[in-house]
């Protein structure tokens, strides 16, 4: 399993720096991990980082697991539908 960590300034500043992680990690065929530990939000542009990523795993049939989600980012999650109810996000 591969783990990527998000510091507090993941967003739309570096978020090409970001694509380009994640995008490299996707497609080494992997499940991921996304640790949200130091994030204390999520803008738009990580929200749709994190939508494409998740269905490109799926479609892989490999997971895209969280942890350390905050309440407010784990409310955004849901909210965007990047999490169901039923998944888990510690």
Do not use: C, H, P, W
Request: no cysteine; aromatic share 4%; net charge positive.
């Amino acid at each position: 399993m591969i783990e990527i960590r998000l510091d507090k300034s993941a967003g739309i500043r570096n978020i090409s720096l970001l694509y380009e992680e994640m995008k490299k990690k996707v497609q080494r065929g992997e499940d991921i991990r996304i640790d949200f530990s130091e994030l204390e939000s999520l803008d738009l542009s990580m929200i749709q980082l994190l939508i494409s990523a998740r269905k490109s795993l799926r479609l892989s049939g490999k997971k895209m697991l969280f942890s350390n989600v905050s309440e407010v980012v784990k409310n955004q999650m849901k909210m965007t539908g990047i999490i169901r109810q039923e998944d888990r996000a510690q």
